[in-house]
């Protein structure tokens, strides 16, 4: 079946860690996205691809970075110089990056602070 | 600016009950998308429906229905006989026409929960 792979789906981060949450997906769709869910705040917006080797950061991107060498992988890694890294998140694709088609979305890792 | 508010942050109702759950959205564009989508306690988020802004028809599938009322910038949710695989956190969102969806603008969610 055709989705969104994210993995771990529980993840620890010790301090001064670099951590990677991995993203996968077999559905050929050009965009991917990463956004983090807190609590009462709903998705904001980390970083989008809108076609390999290319990306943009979103609202939120300080202390976190991404790769898309290949169209199946968006992968993203929470840096030492995120502070607060403690939270759902939430990796999703799209057919393009500017369609009206809706988003597709894996059921997401959790990362906390050891 | 583009803002999507959701007033309830959490909602409870007993099963079989009828809800609402109320989207108001804020745009300076004349065309645009509206979503929703549902997260069940596994995290994954689900769409429901899409709507464009120059169609106000309101929309029924099977037990949810959508009313979307663009002189008012709402797009409320409606789940009637409400039944327990119903308990989830529930998204509006809100993208412009021919925008990059890397402008899709969440709400912060409505949390219902149906009692048995």
């Known amino acids: 079946d055709g989705g969104i792979t994210q993995s771990p789906k529980y993840l620890f981060r010790k301090e001064g860690q670099n951590v990677t949450l991995s993203c996968e997906q077999n559905?050929?769709?050009?965009?991917m996205y990463w956004y983090r869910q807190d609590p009462g705040q709903g998705l904001r917006l980390i970083y989008y691809?809108?076609?390999?080797?290319?990306?943009q950061k979103g609202d939120i991107a300080e202390g976190y970075s991404v790769s898309r060498e290949k169209k199946e992988s968006f992968p993203l890694t929470v840096t030492s110089a995120q502070k607060n890294p403690t939270a759902f998140y939430l990796c999703a694709s799209s057919p393009t990056g500017w369609s009206n088609q809706p988003q597709h979305f894996g059921d997401g890792t959790r990362l906390s602070i050891l | 600016a583009q803002k999507v508010t959701q007033a309830q942050t959490e909602i409870s109702v007993v099963e079989k009950e009828d809800v609402t759950l109320d989207c108001v959205y804020e745009?300076?564009?004349?065309?645009?998308?509206l979503f929703w989508y549902k997260q069940p306690p596994s995290g994954e988020l689900v769409f429901l429906i899409r709507r464009n802004s120059f169609d106000e028809q309101n929309e029924i599938s099977g037990r949810y229905s959508w009313n979307f009322q663009k002189s008012t910038s709402s797009f409320n949710f409606t789940i009637t006989a409400s039944q327990v695989v119903d308990s989830a956190v529930y998204f509006c969102a809100l993208m412009n026409y021919g925008g990059s969806q890397g402008n899709l603008i969440f709400g912060k969610g409505t949390k219902l929960s149906v009692k048995p």
């Open positions: 559905l050929n769709h050009d965009a």
């Open positions: 691809s809108q076609i390999v080797n290319d990306f």
């Open positions: 745009t300076r564009d004349t065309t645009y998308y």
